[in-house]
């Protein structure tokens, strides 16, 4: 592949939320992998909120996936300086896979596949997401099993950190984004329709669709981006509601084991 052939979708980086020096250092990072790994590379793909419109400039991380013949360390060591590179104007991730990996994981991995195909942009090479199959009894076991660990780890968390306010009140930020990623998932398995694109959209989808707290939602999606500081007492109340809330959820998702 040509010098001239790097970007497959140029136009889609033009009009994505990227800053002008995350676009730069995703140019620089895939003509460096094209020269590093050669003909073992397959694909450079952005994903994750840097392909979608609720990525945040300077708190999102930029999420490239490089999708090789074989994942060996000589390919790694070989990864190692374009990425660097790119991490000097950006806070560029990578992770390497091989189709094979890709291939065979959507059973074990559906939600976290599935999140990437339904928000990425081919940057370099072949488009190797769009065409991965995903089944629907898969990703509800997989949103299931998301829901619950939430719900136990919260317990847990309590149980080891109820006299540190501050850490409950980190560990509720932190479970709320992946909350809202099986809530997206699961509006997908009920309606069909995608609901990853917008952390405040899936939120108001949720109040409505689910019947779930509009008010709470609102009050932990501010905890989680760091708009709100809460009291110790305001902290016990959010993380106790916010239990109860994934409870729910949890409900819900057990209800749809039942119409399978």
């Known amino acids: 592949m040509s010098q001239a052939d790097v970007f ?8 994505g939320p990227l800053e002008d020096s995350a676009r730069a250092a995703l140019r620089g990072l895939c003509a460096d992998l094209s020269g590093a ?28 996936l490089v999708v090789v013949d074989e994942v060996t360390l000589d390919a790694c060591d070989s990864a190692l300086a374009p990425w660097r590179v790119a991490q000097r104007d950006a806070p560029v991730v990578i992770e390497l896979m091989t189709t094979r990996d890709l291939e065979r994981s959507t059973d074990v991995f559906p939600l976290r596949f599935l999140n990437m195909q339904r928000g990425h942009s081919t940057l370099w090479g072949e488009d190797v997401l769009s065409e991965l199959d995903i089944r629907w009894d898969h990703l509800r076991l997989r949103v299931e099993q998301l829901i619950k660990e939430l719900l136990f780890e919260l317990r847990e968390t309590y149980m080891r950190h109820a006299s540190r306010p501050e850490l409950l009140g ?11 990623l099986g809530v997206g998932a699961l509006l997908y398995l009920r309606d069909g329709e995608w609901w990853l694109s917008g952390k405040e959209k899936i939120a108001e989808v949720a109040a409505r669709e689910l019947e779930l707290d509009a008010k709470l939602l609102g009050k932990l999606l501010e905890l989680h981006r760091g708009d709100l500081d809460p009291s110790p007492g305001q902290v016990r109340s959010l993380y106790e509601s916010f239990m109860a809330l994934v409870e729910l959820t949890a409900d819900a998702v057990d209800r749809l084991e039942e119409q399978e």
């Open 8 to 15: 497959t979708s140029e136009e889609g980086l033009a009009k």
């Open 170 to 180: 980190g560990a509720l930020s932190r479970a709320y984004g992946s909350y809202l």
């Open 37 to 64: 790994l050669g003909g073992s590379l397959r694909a450079i793909v952005l994903h994750g909120s840097a392909a979608r419109e609720d990525y945040i400039p300077g708190r999102s991380d930029v999420n490239v």
